[in-house]
């Protein structure tokens, strides 16, 4: 999709740190980590949010959480202690970007309720 930024990343147009690629998703270290491991998962092809997925959606979305995440959070040694997996979904989710990611956050204790 034109003009958007996860997008670009994944095209490769525009740069950023890549941990994990496949053929349907990238992972890349967040620009402004918000914890010692800060990594962003999307779709290569643009969706929304988690509210744009659909039923056809459904093998895309069970290999993002059943494979890469579990993957990702283990070659970052998340996988022991713990790691929080977030998707901030429209507005009052506080998503900036409205290209689907799921954050992967850990290396420290995570705070509950989020602000
Ligand atoms: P959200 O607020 O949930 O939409 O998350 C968007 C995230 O994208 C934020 O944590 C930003 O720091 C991150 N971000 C924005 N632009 C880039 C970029 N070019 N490379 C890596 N991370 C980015
Ligand atoms: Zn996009």
Redesign the pocket.
């Known amino acids: 999709m034109a003009d958007c930024?996860f997008c670009k990343?994944a095209n490769k147009e525009?740069p950023?740190s890549v941990v994990y690629e496949d053929e349907q998703v990238i992972a890349?270290?967040?620009?402004?980590p918000?914890a010692p491991v800060?990594v962003?998962v999307i779709p290569k092809r643009h969706i929304e949010s988690v509210a744009a997925l659909t039923a056809d959606d459904k093998a895309l979305a069970g290999h993002i959480l059943c494979e890469v995440i579990p993957q990702i959070a283990k070659e970052q040694n998340l996988d022991k202690k713990g790691f929080r997996v977030?998707a901030?979904t429209g507005d009052e989710g506080?998503?900036?970007?409205k290209h689907l990611?799921f954050?992967v956050l850990g290396g420290r204790s995570m705070q509950w309720p989020p602000g």
């Open positions: 930024i990343i525009i950023s890349f270290k967040d620009l402004e918000q800060h962003l977030v901030n506080g998503q900036t970007v990611h954050h």
